[in-house]
């Protein structure tokens, strides 16, 4: 195995390892909540957005 197929290999280890650590902290949070909806942020704070500042327009 050359060193080019090595990282290639790791990189996707890594993803692999990422993905799964996510999901595994994704549903002890769920758990926790006793919900397995995603945040209800969005939900109880839907409302417009506020107009900008005076001098802060884009």
């Known amino acids: 195995m050359d060193n080019s197929a ?3 290999a790791l990189a ?3 993803l692999v390892i990422v ?3 996510a999901s595994i902290m994704r549903s002890r949070v769920a758990k926790a909540k006793g919900d397995p909806e995603r945040s209800s942020f969005t939900k109880q704070h839907g409302d417009a957005s506020r ?3 005076p001098g802060t327009d884009h």
């Open 19 to 21: 993905i799964v650590v």
């Open 12 to 14: 996707i280890a890594t």
């Open 6 to 8: 090595l990282i290639i």
């Open 51 to 53: 107009q900008n500042r």
